[in-house]
T-cell receptor, first 114, second 112 residues
Framework: DVKVTQSSRYLVKRTGEKVFLECVQD?????MFWYRQDPGLGLRLIYF???????EKGDIPEGYSVSREKKERFSLILESASTNQTSMYLC?????????????FGPGTRLTVL | LAKTTQPISMDSYEGQEVNITCSHN???????ITWYQQFPSQGPRFIIQ???TKVTNEVASLFIPADRKSSTLSLPRVSLSDTAVYYC?????????????FGGGTRLMVKP
Protein backbone atom coordinates (compact mmCIF):
# COMPACT_ATOMS: atom_id res chain seq x y z
CA ASP A 1 0.00 0.00 0.00
CA VAL A 2 1.08 3.54 -0.70
CA LYS A 3 1.91 5.40 2.43
CA VAL A 4 2.05 9.16 2.72
CA THR A 5 3.16 10.42 6.09
CA GLN A 6 3.19 13.92 7.49
CA SER A 7 5.54 14.99 10.24
CA SER A 8 2.89 16.13 12.71
CA ARG A 9 -0.86 15.66 13.21
CA TYR A 10 -1.14 18.83 15.30
CA LEU A 11 1.11 21.87 15.44
CA VAL A 12 0.82 25.15 17.33
CA LYS A 13 3.02 28.07 16.34
CA ARG A 14 3.20 31.78 17.04
CA THR A 15 2.77 34.61 14.57
CA GLY A 16 6.01 35.36 12.76
CA GLU A 17 7.59 31.96 13.30
CA LYS A 18 9.03 29.98 10.42
CA VAL A 19 7.13 26.73 10.04
CA PHE A 20 8.14 23.56 8.25
CA LEU A 21 5.63 20.89 7.32
CA GLU A 22 7.20 17.69 6.08
CA CYS A 23 5.69 15.02 3.86
CA VAL A 24 7.20 11.69 2.87
CA GLN A 25 5.87 9.08 0.44
CA ASP A 26 7.25 5.58 0.11
CA UNK A 27 6.13 4.52 -3.37
CA UNK A 28 8.53 6.36 -5.67
CA UNK A 29 5.79 8.69 -6.91
CA UNK A 30 6.71 11.45 -9.32
CA UNK A 31 4.15 14.04 -8.22
CA MET A 32 3.62 15.54 -4.81
CA PHE A 33 1.09 18.15 -3.69
CA TRP A 34 0.30 20.44 -0.80
CA TYR A 35 -3.29 21.51 -0.10
CA ARG A 36 -4.98 23.41 2.64
CA GLN A 37 -8.49 22.62 3.75
CA ASP A 38 -10.82 25.11 5.39
CA PRO A 39 -14.49 24.75 6.32
CA GLY A 40 -16.74 25.58 3.40
CA LEU A 41 -13.83 26.04 0.99
CA GLY A 42 -12.89 22.44 0.27
CA LEU A 43 -9.31 21.67 -0.69
CA ARG A 44 -7.20 24.35 -2.31
CA LEU A 45 -3.90 23.58 -4.00
CA ILE A 46 -0.93 25.53 -2.66
CA TYR A 47 1.97 24.03 -4.63
CA PHE A 48 2.80 20.87 -6.45
CA UNK A 49 5.98 19.24 -7.71
CA UNK A 50 6.40 16.87 -10.63
CA UNK A 51 10.08 16.13 -10.10
CA UNK A 52 12.95 16.74 -7.73
CA UNK A 53 13.71 20.47 -7.46
CA UNK A 54 10.72 21.27 -9.67
CA UNK A 55 7.67 23.09 -8.40
CA GLU A 56 4.55 24.78 -9.70
CA LYS A 57 2.28 27.26 -7.97
CA GLY A 58 -1.25 26.23 -7.22
CA ASP A 59 -4.27 28.40 -6.52
CA ILE A 60 -3.03 29.99 -3.29
CA PRO A 61 0.80 30.08 -3.13
CA GLU A 62 1.06 33.44 -1.39
CA GLY A 63 2.79 33.18 1.97
CA TYR A 64 4.13 29.70 1.26
CA SER A 65 7.16 28.13 -0.34
CA VAL A 66 8.13 24.51 -0.97
CA SER A 67 11.21 22.37 -1.25
CA ARG A 68 11.76 19.05 -2.94
CA GLU A 69 15.39 17.97 -2.62
CA LYS A 70 14.62 14.25 -2.71
CA LYS A 71 11.96 12.41 -4.64
CA GLU A 72 10.22 11.04 -1.58
CA ARG A 73 10.09 14.25 0.43
CA PHE A 74 8.13 17.45 -0.14
CA SER A 75 8.27 20.25 2.39
CA LEU A 76 5.91 23.18 2.83
CA ILE A 77 7.41 26.28 4.40
CA LEU A 78 5.63 29.19 6.00
CA GLU A 79 8.33 31.87 6.11
CA SER A 80 6.49 34.00 8.66
CA ALA A 81 3.36 32.35 9.97
CA SER A 82 0.20 34.42 10.28
CA THR A 83 -3.11 33.68 11.95
CA ASN A 84 -4.88 33.37 8.59
CA GLN A 85 -2.68 30.35 7.88
CA THR A 86 -4.39 28.41 10.64
CA SER A 87 -5.77 25.46 8.72
CA MET A 88 -5.60 21.75 7.95
CA TYR A 89 -2.72 20.99 5.59
CA LEU A 90 -2.85 17.89 3.42
CA CYS A 91 -0.03 16.37 1.44
CA UNK A 92 -0.62 14.00 -1.47
CA UNK A 93 1.38 12.09 -4.06
CA UNK A 94 0.61 10.45 -7.39
CA UNK A 95 2.54 8.08 -9.61
CA UNK A 96 3.15 9.55 -13.03
CA UNK A 97 4.65 12.81 -14.17
CA UNK A 98 3.04 14.75 -16.99
CA UNK A 99 -0.47 13.41 -16.53
CA UNK A 100 -3.07 13.33 -13.85
CA UNK A 101 -3.35 10.19 -11.77
CA UNK A 102 -4.87 9.01 -8.53
CA UNK A 103 -3.63 11.01 -5.58
CA UNK A 104 -2.84 9.37 -2.25
CA PHE A 105 -3.28 11.65 0.71
CA GLY A 106 -1.58 11.82 4.08
CA PRO A 107 -3.57 12.16 7.32
CA GLY A 108 -3.13 15.93 7.48
CA THR A 109 -1.50 18.40 9.84
CA ARG A 110 -3.75 20.74 11.76
CA LEU A 111 -1.78 23.95 12.20
CA THR A 112 -2.83 26.63 14.64
CA VAL A 113 -1.07 29.99 14.50
CA LEU A 114 -1.56 32.10 17.62
CA LEU B 1 -9.39 26.96 -14.94
CA ALA B 2 -12.27 24.49 -14.57
CA LYS B 3 -14.28 25.58 -11.54
CA THR B 4 -16.56 22.99 -10.06
CA THR B 5 -19.88 23.32 -8.27
CA GLN B 6 -21.49 20.66 -6.08
CA PRO B 7 -24.45 20.62 -3.68
CA ILE B 8 -23.31 21.46 -0.18
CA SER B 9 -25.14 18.56 1.45
CA MET B 10 -27.43 15.62 0.79
CA ASP B 11 -29.37 13.22 2.98
CA SER B 12 -30.22 9.65 2.18
CA TYR B 13 -31.31 6.41 3.85
CA GLU B 14 -29.59 3.10 4.03
CA GLY B 15 -30.13 0.93 0.96
CA GLN B 16 -30.93 3.82 -1.38
CA GLU B 17 -29.00 4.86 -4.45
CA VAL B 18 -27.35 8.27 -4.14
CA ASN B 19 -26.44 10.49 -7.07
CA ILE B 20 -24.19 13.51 -6.56
CA THR B 21 -23.76 15.87 -9.48
CA CYS B 22 -20.80 18.15 -10.11
CA SER B 23 -20.92 21.02 -12.62
CA HIS B 24 -17.73 21.99 -14.46
CA ASN B 25 -18.72 24.23 -17.36
CA UNK B 26 -15.18 25.26 -18.26
CA UNK B 27 -13.67 21.80 -18.41
CA UNK B 28 -10.72 21.59 -20.81
CA UNK B 29 -10.02 18.93 -23.40
CA UNK B 30 -7.26 17.30 -21.37
CA UNK B 31 -9.08 17.39 -18.04
CA UNK B 32 -10.09 14.23 -16.23
CA ILE B 33 -12.88 14.04 -13.66
CA THR B 34 -12.13 12.37 -10.37
CA TRP B 35 -14.13 11.82 -7.21
CA TYR B 36 -12.76 11.48 -3.71
CA GLN B 37 -14.31 10.51 -0.38
CA GLN B 38 -13.21 12.00 2.91
CA PHE B 39 -14.01 10.88 6.45
CA PRO B 40 -13.40 13.14 9.46
CA SER B 41 -9.74 13.44 10.51
CA GLN B 42 -8.54 11.62 7.39
CA GLY B 43 -7.18 12.64 4.02
CA PRO B 44 -9.40 12.16 0.95
CA ARG B 45 -9.47 8.75 -0.68
CA PHE B 46 -9.83 8.08 -4.42
CA ILE B 47 -13.17 6.62 -5.51
CA ILE B 48 -13.36 6.77 -9.30
CA GLN B 49 -12.03 8.62 -12.33
CA UNK B 50 -13.28 9.11 -15.87
CA UNK B 51 -12.95 11.14 -19.04
CA UNK B 52 -16.24 10.54 -20.85
CA THR B 53 -19.34 8.28 -20.91
CA LYS B 54 -19.63 5.82 -18.02
CA VAL B 55 -17.10 4.27 -15.69
CA THR B 56 -17.93 1.65 -13.06
CA ASN B 57 -15.88 0.04 -10.36
CA GLU B 58 -16.67 -2.02 -7.28
CA VAL B 59 -17.87 0.93 -5.22
CA ALA B 60 -19.37 3.51 -7.60
CA SER B 61 -20.31 4.57 -11.10
CA LEU B 62 -19.43 7.81 -12.82
CA PHE B 63 -21.65 9.22 -15.55
CA ILE B 64 -20.28 11.89 -17.87
CA PRO B 65 -22.46 13.35 -20.65
CA ALA B 66 -21.10 14.02 -24.11
CA ASP B 67 -20.47 17.73 -23.47
CA ARG B 68 -18.56 16.88 -20.25
CA LYS B 69 -19.87 19.98 -18.52
CA SER B 70 -21.10 17.93 -15.60
CA SER B 71 -20.62 14.53 -14.02
CA THR B 72 -22.63 12.37 -11.64
CA LEU B 73 -21.24 10.07 -8.99
CA SER B 74 -23.63 7.23 -8.27
CA LEU B 75 -23.37 5.20 -5.05
CA PRO B 76 -25.57 2.11 -5.11
CA ARG B 77 -27.31 0.97 -1.93
CA VAL B 78 -25.55 3.26 0.53
CA SER B 79 -24.87 2.26 4.11
CA LEU B 80 -24.19 4.30 7.24
CA SER B 81 -20.46 3.99 6.57
CA ASP B 82 -20.87 6.00 3.36
CA THR B 83 -21.54 9.11 5.44
CA ALA B 84 -18.67 11.36 4.36
CA VAL B 85 -17.75 14.37 2.26
CA TYR B 86 -17.45 13.73 -1.48
CA TYR B 87 -15.24 15.90 -3.65
CA CYS B 88 -15.28 16.36 -7.39
CA UNK B 89 -11.89 17.15 -8.91
CA UNK B 90 -11.29 18.35 -12.44
CA UNK B 91 -7.87 18.92 -13.88
CA UNK B 92 -4.74 17.79 -15.63
CA UNK B 93 -1.22 18.61 -14.61
CA UNK B 94 0.17 17.63 -17.99
CA UNK B 95 0.42 21.25 -19.06
CA UNK B 96 2.05 24.00 -17.09
CA UNK B 97 -0.54 26.35 -15.69
CA UNK B 98 -3.38 23.85 -15.57
CA UNK B 99 -4.53 23.65 -12.02
CA UNK B 100 -6.22 20.93 -10.05
CA UNK B 101 -9.54 22.24 -8.79
CA PHE B 102 -11.50 20.58 -6.04
CA GLY B 103 -15.12 21.50 -5.58
CA GLY B 104 -16.36 22.58 -2.17
CA GLY B 105 -17.47 19.05 -1.43
CA THR B 106 -20.86 17.46 -0.78
CA ARG B 107 -21.56 16.30 2.74
CA LEU B 108 -23.59 13.09 2.48
CA MET B 109 -25.51 11.96 5.52
CA VAL B 110 -26.87 8.41 5.41
CA LYS B 111 -29.60 7.75 7.93
CA PRO B 112 -30.84 4.40 9.25
Amino acid sequence: DVKVTQSSRYLVKRTGEKVFLECVQDMDHENMFWYRQDPGLGLRLIYFSYDVKMKEKGDIPEGYSVSREKKERFSLILESASTNQTSMYLCASSLLAGRYNEQFFGPGTRLTVL
Amino acid sequence: LAKTTQPISMDSYEGQEVNITCSHNNIATNDYITWYQQFPSQGPRFIIQGYKTKVTNEVASLFIPADRKSSTLSLPRVSLSDTAVYYCLVGDIGNAGNMLTFGGGTRLMVKP
